[in-house]
């Protein structure tokens, strides 16, 4: 048999816990009504710095350089004056799914924001590689890889790894004012545009150089 205080102590403990249950529900009704305002922070990435030289087998090596909203024009510049045990720099041109998957694995284990390659519009609709030895290829055009916008088409041979919206931007970023082939738009681990002018918008954190003869 329960003792009259035991009774009175249940009592209590029931009439505690209405209370819990019944403060839980306003709280929850409150949050539903009236939510708080969305967090607007920018989110905060750990951006890698310049890394050393990576080198491939093979003969070509890599490294990526820090410099953020460079401008594609002082990018290449700036490649070309660097040699690497022999070897000179250049934008670097990715050409195969295995090179790609190299510079991603080897260089880039951290995703960054916009790099540059060594890409360009060289006229409407037609992308090619203009730097290191492909530069040299088409009389001097350089390498034609890619054909079009998101419909285009790579040549029998060439690379191409866009991400789906390289050619949607829009505004400033319409097609044909993107000049310049690069990596890590959103931060996505495939090509997209750039404006190649330093515009901070952009997101440019450097470039990618590639030694080779």
């Known amino acids: 048999m329960i003792s009259a205080s035991a009774t009175q102590n249940l009592r209590r403990l029931v009439v505690v816990l209405w209370a819990l249950a019944a403060i839980g529900a306003v709280w929850l009704g409150w949050n539903f009504a009236f939510p708080p305002p969305p967090d607007t922070t920018p989110q905060a990435f750990d951006e890698p710095g310049s890394t050393a030289v990576i080198e491939r087998p093979g003969g070509h090596a890599y490294q990526y350089i820090r410099e953020p909203n460079i401008t594609w024009d002082a990018a290449k510049a700036a490649a070309a004056k660097l040699r690497?045990?022999?070897?000179?720099?250049?934008?670097?041109?990715?050409?195969?799914?295995?090179?790609?998957?190299?510079?991603?694995?080897?260089v880039f284990p951290v995703v960054t924001d916009v790099v540059y390659l060594g890409g360009r519009q060289t006229a409407p609709n037609e992308w090619r590689w203009v730097t290191g030895p492909d530069a040299a290829e088409d009389g001097g055009k350089g390498r034609l890889f890619w054909?079009?916008?998101?419909?285009?088409?790579?040549?029998?041979?060439?690379?191409?790894?866009?991400?789906?919206?390289?050619?949607?931007?829009?505004?400033?970023?319409?097609?044909?004012?993107?000049?310049?082939?690069?990596?890590?738009?959103?931060?996505?681990?495939?090509?997209?545009?750039?404006?190649?002018?330093?515009?901070?918008?952009?997101?440019?954190?450097?470039?990618?150089?590639?030694?080779?003869?």
């Not at 690497?84 to 080897?106: C, P």
């Open 84 to 106: 690497h045990k022999g070897q000179s720099g250049y934008l670097a041109t990715i050409n195969d799914k295995s090179e790609f998957d190299f510079v991603m694995e080897k």
């Open 147 to 213: 054909t079009g916008t998101a419909q285009g088409s790579a040549p029998d041979g060439a690379y191409a790894n866009w991400m789906y919206t390289a050619f949607q931007h829009g505004g400033k970023w319409d097609v044909p004012n993107v000049c310049c082939v690069t990596l890590f738009s959103y931060r996505k681990r495939q090509f997209s545009t750039a404006l190649g002018n330093g515009d901070p918008e952009e997101g440019v954190a450097g470039y990618l150089i590639e030694f080779g003869k």
